[in-house]
């Protein structure tokens, strides 16, 4: 039986009001991120979230005593006075504590070489130089290369902003401050700079696993963003992932405000071309000036507002989907320390990241493992004896097509066939990786696709929704795909939140979450919301 870490209040037993401030569609960290700024300018906020559970991929759950996080393995810039640091303690007031991980944060395993992440852009460079010192200018000129990008995302975060000013400034920014390498493929820029295929794959590999597509369509600036992100570590909420959304829910409620699990909205309510609320899926109505959608761009158009005519169908239809992927959830009798578990995430591959992802390899890609219990210091304390982890690794999106549509729980005998399948060379790979685990896997149970669309509602499951290729952003000449998902829609009162506006993972989503509430608060509301982040940086509270 599943027990849930329990993070909102179910609806059945949290009474709804008629209206709100604002309502929120989703409880992802973009959502929450969103509901969080509104409510900490008085606004009333209702958060809607159709899973038992807020938190979206940052929500954990426990089964048979074993608890595991589904998608927060680390997160960095969190040292004092950095970006996600700041807007951590804006949005908890500093309850959301961070362990760090560690030196290397990071390791690839790539044909058997091993590579470690170190901290720190001097040792990542010295460390490379000293395994390939003919690649020296090559290695130099990619962080240099890496340094120049560093305002890349802010620059493409301002765009995505609306007002005439606004969009001038971007402009003008993004001419001074993005290189023409950062609209290119990864692997392009790469190639250029470094001979030795073995340096590219240690340099590239980051990139494909963690941001799920091939560095041929990748623009190199979101590889300057994952070497940027990490510049300084990487962390690990403290008490697992599911304190990311506990910590959200204080500012929420202190507001009037509440979030409601076992809530999913059925439908946007539009007066003419206005969003004025949603109905719920038992029928209630709730009535809001503002609604912010963080349930991924195909799910608000296409069936939270069906047939609107500023719905974006069209546009949706040439933009590709990221790659699905399965996980295993390991439960193991034995403390991280005993089985050897490492705090760091490992990233294997057979020394090509891209071969899964531009159709020349097999059905699954290379592997990403993680062992929260080895990184939350209050692991042990709370679950002794006992330690989790995950092997996160992607698919091609026709492997479960056959079986979509099927319900959970009630799936045909061929997928429970393919899930054995597909967990039998997971726990294969466990075993050759990391083999003090051989006989200690006392639990195991395989998500799919089909669970992640069932659970999130993205089309085809889909860990980053809409693809992150350089067709979305565009070459800097000519416009992405994606430039028109910004965070004010053409629906009045109607703004989306998350993933979909920028980029992916949890930087993109609460960067996503942050641009919402921007566009939705009024002049006076913008300037209390920049004005308490700035204090925050100047200030950062004191660590507990």
């Not at 409880?27 to 509901?35: D, E, N, V």
């Amino acid at each position: 039986m599943t027990r849930g870490v329990l993070v909102g209040r179910p609806l059945a037993t949290g009474r709804v009001a008629d209206a709100y401030d604002a309502v929120v569609i989703g409880s992802g960290a973009g959502g929450l991120t969103t509901a969080v700024c509104l409510a900490r300018q008085g606004r009333r906020v209702a958060v809607f979230e159709q899973h038992y559970t807020a938190g979206g991929y940052t929500h954990a759950y426990r089964r048979r005593g074993w608890e595991w996080d589904v998608g927060i393995h680390y997160v960095g810039q969190l040292a004092r006075r950095e970006p996600v640091r700041v807007l951590s303690d804006y949005l908890t007031g500093g309850a959301l504590q961070w362990a760090p991980l560690g030196d290397p944060f990071d390791e690839y395993r790539l044909a058997g070489e091993v590579y470690g992440a170190p901290v720190g852009f001097a040792a990542y460079r010295a460390g490379l130089i000293a395994r390939f010192p003919a690649e020296r200018a090559g290695i130099e000129e990619l962080f240099r290369l890496v340094e120049r990008c560093r305002a890349v995302l802010p620059v493409l975060a301002l765009g995505r902003l609306s007002g005439p000013v606004v969009r001038r400034l971007a402009r003008l920014l993004r001419s001074a401050a993005v290189p023409d390498e950062a609209m290119r493929p990864a692997r392009e820029v790469v190639a250029g700079l470094i001979r030795d295929e073995r340096l590219r794959q240690a340099v590239l590999t980051q990139s494909a696993l963690l941001l799920a597509d091939s560095t041929a369509r990748l623009p190199f600036f979101l590889l300057a963003v994952l070497f940027e992100h990490f510049r300084t570590g990487a962390w690990y909420p403290v008490g697992g992932s599911a304190a990311i959304a506990r910590a959200m829910l204080d500012p929420i409620r202190a507001a009037g405000g509440e979030v409601f699990v076992r809530a999913r909205v059925a439908r946007i309510e539009l007066e003419g071309t206005r969003a004025t609320g949603v109905v719920l899926a038992d029928g209630t109505r709730v009535r809001a000036p503002v609604v912010v959608s963080g349930a991924g761009a195909h799910h608000t158009y296409r069936t939270l507002l069906p047939g609107s005519p500023a719905a974006g169908t069209d546009r949706l239809e040439g933009m590709r989907r990221g790659f699905p992927f399965v996980v295993l959830f390991l439960g193991l009798d034995g403390d991280p320390e005993e089985l050897g578990l490492p705090r760091h995430n490992m990233m294997v591959t057979d020394g090509d990241c891209d071969a899964f992802f531009d159709g020349a390899d097999g059905p699954t890609s290379g592997h990403f493992f993680s062992f929260s219990c080895a990184k939350d210091p209050t692991w042990t304390a709370r679950h002794p004896g006992r330690s989790t982890g995950e092997i996160l690794t992607y698919v091609r999106p026709e492997l479960f097509e056959p079986f979509r549509g099927s319900r959970w729980r009630h799936r045909d005998p061929a997928y429970l066939a393919l899930k054995a399948e597909l967990t039998a060379q997971l726990l294969d790979e466990l075993y050759r990786q990391l083999p003090r685990t051989r006989g200690r896997v006392a639990y195991h149970e395989l998500g799919t696709p089909l669970t992640a669309e069932h659970f999130t509602g993205w089309p085809g499951g889909s860990l980053y929704g809409l693809a992150k290729d350089v067709a979305a952003f565009g070459d800097g000449r000519t416009a992405g795909l994606a430039d028109w998902l910004r965070p004010r829609t053409e629906v009045k009162g109607l703004f989306l939140s998350g993933q979909d506006c920028l980029a992916g993972g949890f930087l993109g989503a609460v960067t996503g979450g942050l641009l919402a509430a921007h566009e939705a608060l009024d002049r006076a509301g913008r300037t209390r919301l920049w004005t308490g982040l700035l204090k925050h940086g100047i200030r950062p509270p004191a660590s507990p």
